[in-house]
Structures are given as C-alpha cells and as structure tokens.
C-alpha cells in the first residue's frame, strides 16, 4: 500500500473567519461520489446531501439515530421527485449495526463525528461498510481548542490523522482551505 499523501492542509481560524458554504460542501461531497453507488450519509439529518444525490441518479441511504432528524429528511426528500428516494434507516452511526460490510461504493460523515462520543468509532463504522476501492468522505469542523465542548473540536490535525491513516486508506487527501474552518477529507480504500 503506497503511503498516504497529505494534499493540503493549514488552515488558520480566527475571528475574521467566513462562516461555512454547506451548500458548497455538499456540491464537493457529491462531485466526489461520482461514479460510486450507493452512497451511505452517515448522520445525515434532515437530508440535504441524500437529497443533492438522489437527484444525481445515487442509489442512497440515510441514516441517523434521531427519529425527529430522520422523520424531517423523509419530508425532504419526498419519493415523487422523479429519482429514486433515499431508504432511511434510524442507526448510530458509531456501530453501523444492520449494514453489512463491504456494501457501499461511497460513505460520507459530514458534520457528524463531532456528535459522536467515539468519532474513530464512526470512522471505523464507515471504513467496515465500504467495498474495495470505495471511497470515505468527511467533512468536520476544525479544532477550535483545548476549550471547545466535543472531542472533534478540541483535538488538533495530528490526531485527525493518525484516526485516519489508522483506518488503513490506499489514498488520504485532507483538503483544509485558509479561508474555512471546515476540514475535508477524502480516503480512498484499496482495491483489494
């Protein structure tokens, strides 16, 4: 397995800081899943990216252990929009529990780790349901500090990392743009 290779990373937050693009987010998770079916959204609450996929022609599942989150994506996404619906199944994401391995050409985690008590769980969760050659995409909020309220915030990049390297991946390009507080990744699993 070739080393993984760090494409761009130090980004600078502070005060002056431009609050995030989701929408923009999204258009980069979907470009990156081209051509990978289906696509599990990891914490994907009210369904904005299942919905920017599905209309993309993915196959796609939703999940969430919030009823509340899950019952809102259904009305998102509604099923006569002319593409197939996502299935959206209530689960914690830590665990993955009734998704088999291997079942997935892409996985996404946006801003969802830092909602998790163990994000390297998550990862790993994800990790397990991709097929060979699936692709792993995160987008996370960058650490704010020593200070910051949840795990994900509070660890600086090096730990981000070695979670990720951990996870084995055959291509790791961590994508962090001066101007956003917004870390994105994208792990590409080995083929075999």
Request: aromatic residues 4%.
């Amino acid at each position: 397995m070739a080393p993984p290779s760090v494409v761009a990373t130090g980004p600078a937050s502070g005060p002056q800081t431009k609050p995030l693009d989701e929408p923009r987010i999204r258009r980069w998770i979907a470009c990156q899943c081209a051509g990978a079916d289906p696509v599990l959204d990891t914490g994907c609450g009210a369904g904005e990216l299942c919905a920017d996929l599905a209309r993309r022609g993915h196959r796609v599942t939703g999940v969430d252990r919030d009823p509340a989150q899950l019952a809102a994506a259904r009305r998102t996404v509604p099923p006569d929009e002319g593409h197939p619906g996502p299935e959206w199944l209530p689960e914690d994401g830590e665990v993955l529990g009734h998704l088999a391995d291997g079942t997935f050409g892409a996985a996404t985690l946006v801003f969802a780790l830092h909602h998790m008590v163990d994000p390297p769980a998550g990862l790993r969760a994800a990790w397990r349901v991709l097929r060979p050659g699936g692709r792993l995409l995160v987008a996370e909020m960058l650490p704010k500090g020593p200070d910051a309220g949840d795990l994900c915030h509070r660890i600086g990049l090096t730990q981000w990392v070695s979670w990720l390297i951990a996870l084995g991946p055959a291509e790791l390009r961590l994508l962090a743009p001066a101007d956003e507080e917004c870390l994105l990744v994208r792990l590409g699993r080995a083929e075999h």
